[in-house]
């Protein structure tokens, strides 16, 4: 049997370079600190732990297809009608599935230049064309996007905050670049990271996903919520969009035990506003240590920072990476994205946040591991 006679992938699989999450485990004895994918440090809402524990004696029984009771949560938290939310297997689930119910083979979706690598993999996996709109100082850039658009678009994915770069557009600029798009094409809002963003000219996008026609807004319960590794997300839109979803997404994408935890952590809004004032305390604190160092930091309003690193090869962001991992830091290597001499870094602990800096001081300062 030839090559040629075995099961080949469509067009676009093999161009995909594989999603690389960020590492767990330092190069040294101990790992320290884990500041590599944008968790939260206080971890889920005890009332999210106890609902999980108190379904584990269901586990041979299949969860609620349509997360009927996860979807009424959110609603009363966001005052949506429960049937204009579809819930997925992490938002990442709900992002692809869009891909593949609105990219026909050699149709296009954009991005934005430094934005968030699940598009792009998305996009090549439905058979369509990535299409990468230039950043403003690491920023989305509406006009960019806008001109970028073509008789084979199809798809916007909009990451708002944007991840790697924490940066933002403001609501007046999301609002003009719906205006600017024809109405077939779908404006997809990435607003992972809303519950952390202190900044009035910023808007999830939660009404224009409810009242325009081509606007889907998709959140997660990974960050903020503590539960990454239970894989909770949802989606808000238009009434036809929610439809296709519901039709193409798995019966039972949700597991019971995640469900269960997601609407106690909704529940328990003091431990999100703990894990929010503390944010709100140390993101400026580490950028603030980090200038002063004299390094440059990408001004951020998510829950963790880009740290761009010297020309020097003994004081880039490589070998900054190998010197942390000595020490059991872990941050995250951004070559991916376009930054090969910078490293992302999570907004942690207090001592988290401390020995980060200090390693950070020391590495600069030419001591070692």
Same mark, same amino acid.
């Given at each position: 049997?030839?090559?040629?006679?075995?099961?080949?992938?469509?067009?676009?699989?093999?161009?995909?370079?594989?999603?690389?999450?960020?590492?767990?485990?330092?190069?040294?004895?101990?790992?320290?600190?884990?500041?590599?994918?944008?968790?939260?440090?206080?971890?889920?809402?005890?009332?999210?732990?106890?609902?999980?524990?108190?379904?584990?004696?269901?586990?041979?029984?299949?969860?609620?297809?349509?997360?009927?009771?996860?979807?009424?949560?959110?609603?009363?938290?966001?005052?949506?009608?429960?049937?204009?939310?579809?819930?997925?297997?992490?938002?990442?689930?709900?992002?692809?599935?869009?891909?593949?119910?609105?990219?026909?083979?050699?149709?296009?979706?954009?991005?934005?230049?430094?934005?968030?690598?699940?598009?792009?993999?998305?996009?090549?996996?439905? %058979?369509g064309l990535p299409i990468v709109a230039p950043e403003t100082e690491r920023t989305t850039d509406v006009d960019a996007i806008l001109a970028a658009v073509g008789p084979r678009t199809k798809l916007v994915y909009l990451a708002n905050p944007n991840n790697p770069t924490g940066t933002y557009i403001p609501e007046s600029d999301v609002r003009r670049l719906h205006a600017g798009l024809?109405?077939?094409?779908?404006?997809?809002?990435?607003?992972?990271?809303?519950?952390?963003?202190?900044?009035?000219?910023?808007?999830?996008?939660?009404?224009?996903?409810?009242?325009?026609?081509?606007?889907?807004?998709?959140?997660?319960?990974?960050?903020?919520?503590?539960?990454?590794?239970?894989?909770?997300?949802?989606?808000?839109?238009?009434?036809?969009?929610?439809?296709?979803?519901? #039709?193409?997404?798995?019966?039972?994408?949700?597991?019971?035990?995640?469900?269960?935890?997601?609407?106690?952590?909704?529940?328990?809004?003091?431990?999100?506003?703990?894990?929010?004032?503390?944010?709100?305390?140390?993101?400026?604190?580490?950028?603030?240590?980090?200038?002063?160092?004299?390094?440059?930091?990408?001004?951020?309003? %998510?829950?963790?920072?880009?740290?761009?690193?010297?020309?020097?090869?003994?004081?880039?962001?490589?070998?900054?990476?190998?010197?942390?991992?000595?020490? %059991?830091?872990?941050?995250? #290597?951004?070559?991916?994205?376009?930054?090969?001499?910078?490293?992302?870094?999570?907004? %942690?602990?207090?001592?988290?946040?401390?020995?980060?800096?200090?390693?950070?001081?020391?590495?600069?300062?030419?001591?070692?591991?």
């Amino acid at each position: 049997m030839s090559e040629q006679d075995l099961p080949t992938p469509r067009p676009g699989v093999l161009d995909i370079a594989p999603y690389v999450p960020g590492k767990s485990k330092g190069t040294g004895a101990v790992t320290r600190h884990k500041l590599s994918s944008n968790e939260t440090p206080f971890g889920p809402s005890p009332g999210a732990m106890a609902a999980y524990q108190a379904e584990l004696g269901n586990l041979h029984l299949y969860p609620d297809g349509s997360a009927t009771a996860l979807r009424q949560a959110i609603g009363a938290a966001h005052g949506i009608d429960p049937e204009r939310i579809v819930c997925g297997f992490g938002s990442d689930e709900l992002l692809t599935l869009l891909a593949h119910i609105y990219l026909s083979p050699g149709d296009e979706a954009i991005h934005s230049q430094h934005g968030f690598l699940v598009y792009r993999i998305a996009t090549l996996a439905a %058979g369509g064309l990535p299409i990468v709109a230039p950043e403003t100082e690491r920023t989305t850039d509406v006009d960019a996007i806008l001109a970028a658009v073509g008789p084979r678009t199809k798809l916007v994915y909009l990451a708002n905050p944007n991840n790697p770069t924490g940066t933002y557009i403001p609501e007046s600029d999301v609002r003009r670049l719906h205006a600017g798009l024809p109405p077939h094409v779908l404006l997809v809002l990435d607003a992972a990271y809303a519950e952390y963003v202190r900044r009035n000219d910023y808007d999830a996008g939660l009404e224009l996903a409810l009242t325009a026609g081509n606007v889907v807004m998709t959140r997660t319960f990974s960050k903020i919520y503590g539960l990454a590794a239970l894989r909770i997300g949802w989606a808000t839109g238009p009434a036809p969009v929610l439809d296709a979803l519901n #039709r193409v997404r798995g019966p039972f994408n949700v597991a019971g035990p995640a469900q269960a935890a997601a609407i106690a952590a909704l529940a328990d809004t003091a431990h999100l506003a703990l894990a929010a004032d503390h944010n709100d305390q140390w993101l400026p604190r580490v950028s603030s240590a980090l200038d002063e160092l004299g390094l440059e930091v990408t001004p951020s309003v %998510g829950n963790f920072i880009l740290i761009h690193f010297p020309d020097d090869p003994r004081r880039n962001a490589h070998a900054a990476d190998a010197f942390l991992l000595e020490r %059991g830091i872990i941050l995250r #290597r951004m070559d991916a994205y376009g930054f090969p001499n910078a490293l992302r870094m999570t907004i %942690g602990s207090e001592a988290a946040n401390r020995d980060t800096v200090e390693a950070i001081a020391d590495f600069l300062a030419g001591k070692k591991p």
